[in-house]
């Protein structure tokens, strides 16, 4: 495993084990990378409450209830799929806090409005603004997938030391 992803998601541990908080992922084109990032951690089942992998619409769908129609307007690489996948997995889990990503991890896939290494990397708590950015990284599909996990879990990492809890 890369020595940043590793040190990101032990901080990301660190941050979530302090303020007694716990996550999910919600992962589509990462394939299951950033739970991995993350329970490569040892004594992350105290912070890690699960993971989504939802490749495929149908997935997205029944498992986190994205909206159809959103889907076939939008795209699953859009904006409004990855900050849904967020509200799935925060609703369908124990998790304070959740992270996904949806993007084009390529080599194919990709068109002119959504090239490949176009990815939305979404995170929210619940009851708070979801805060979904727009990322297109370059290289081939190992690097793209890499910057990914990367950037998924500086936005959670964000997102934990920027909250302040009231009363869990």
Known sequence: M???ITELADQLGKALKAKSMSCVTAESCTGGGIAQAITEISG????????????????????????????DKEDAVSEEVASQMVKGALDNSNADIAVSVT?????????????????????????????????????????????TVI????SCLEKVRGCVLIDK
């Open 2 to 4: 890369d020595k940043e």
């Open 44 to 71: 992350s089942s105290a912070w890690f409450d699960r993971g989504f992998i939802t490749y495929s619409n149908l997935a997205k769908v029944q498992m986190l209830k994205v909206n159809q129609a959103t889907l």
């Open 103 to 147: 993007g084009i991890a390529g080599p194919a896939g990709g068109s002119e409005q959504k090239p490949v290494g176009t990815v939305y990397i979404a995170c929210g708590m619940k009851d708070q603004k979801i805060v979904c950015n727009k990322h297109v990284f370059s290289g081939n599909r190992a690097t793209i997938r890499q910057q």
């Open 151 to 154: 950037f998924a879990l500086k």
